[in-house]
């Protein structure tokens, strides 16, 4: 089924998100790209631009992201968050927290985060979370992207060895549900920061994040290091524990590898 919005916004609990919907049955160049041209038009807080295909889908880093028809969940959310723009990186673990939510709610599979954005199921990644930012008259803005592979064929065979999908671990493929049950979730994880910064989602990002406690390879483009996730901090940096004591890793450029793999 498409995801048309007649079939999904009857589930939709939201006051702004997903209220203004643009949806493509066929083929977009990027939902970010798209949407990214509608907030410089002044388009609203909440408005989603979701399609059923990508020919130039973007990734963090510059990388592509693979998206064909129908297999996953390609969408992005304009954000005009009511948050000091500094404390705007906290909008990434919002999205991830969300997402992670929805796919245990629709799913029952039980998505973890792996700091700072990406969701993986079985130790292979199933989401990934794309943030760009600008600025304009009415102050800054956020288009949150959000890559969810539902259907096997949603990414390329030879990424099979750190990518997953929904239906290859048995969940109900119900993609209106998810992206309904995604903007609720995020509608909430947005207020609670917009309230308390990073403090309103804390707890529950520490329960959904599965870095905390592995050994991890922070990898940046002048250095590395390694050590044990201990937790994160009042702003979502990740403390790490090195040999030379705690180092403090903000959510940017970096990589976080698991010792062991991608986890
Ligand atoms: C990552 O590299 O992990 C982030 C991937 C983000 C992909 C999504 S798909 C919808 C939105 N549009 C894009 O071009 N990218 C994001």
């Known amino acids: 089924m498409s995801l048309t919005p007649a079939t999904w916004t009857p589930l939709l609990t939201t006051r702004a998100l997903g209220r203004a919907v643009n949806h493509y049955e066929h083929t977009l160049t990027s939902t970010n790209l798209v949407l990214k041209d509608m907030a410089k038009h002044g388009a609203p807080h909440g408005r989603l631009c979701l399609c059923e295909k990508q020919t130039a889908g973007r990734g963090r880093m510059d990388r592509q992201w693979s998206s064909p028809e129908g297999q996953g969940v390609w969408l992005s959310v304009l954000l005009r968050p009511s948050l000091p723009v500094e404390n705007a990186p906290v909008i990434t673990f919002c999205c991830a927290l969300a997402m992670a939510k929805a796919v245990r709610q629709v799913t029952g599979l039980d998505a973890q985060i792996k700091w700072p954005n990406d969701l993986v199921l079985g130790g292979k990644k199933l989401c990934g979370i794309l943030l760009e930012m600008g ?23 030879e990424l099979a060895h750190q990518a997953t999908s929904i239906e290859e671990h048995g969940g109900v493929p119900d993609r209106g549900a998810i992206v309904a049950a995604y903007l609720g979730a995020l509608e909430d994880a947005l207020a609670a920061v917009e309230q308390q910064g990073f403090a309103g989602i804390a707890e529950d990002f520490r329960r959904s994040c599965i870095t905390l406690g592995s050994q991890v390879n922070v990898i940046g483009t002048d250095m590395s290091f390694t050590g044990v996730a201990e937790d994160v901090d009042p702003a979502g940096a990740l403390l790490v524990r090195t040999e030379d004591g705690l180092r403090r890793v903000l959510a940017g450029d970096v990589s976080v590898r698991g010792v062991m793999g991608y986890v």
Not at 136 to 149: E, F, H, I, M, S
Request: no cysteine; glycine share 18%.
């Open 135 to 157: 600025f304009d008259a009415q102050g800054y803005y956020v288009v949150a992207g959000t890559g969810l592979n539902v259907r096997r064929g949603a990414y390329p065979p």
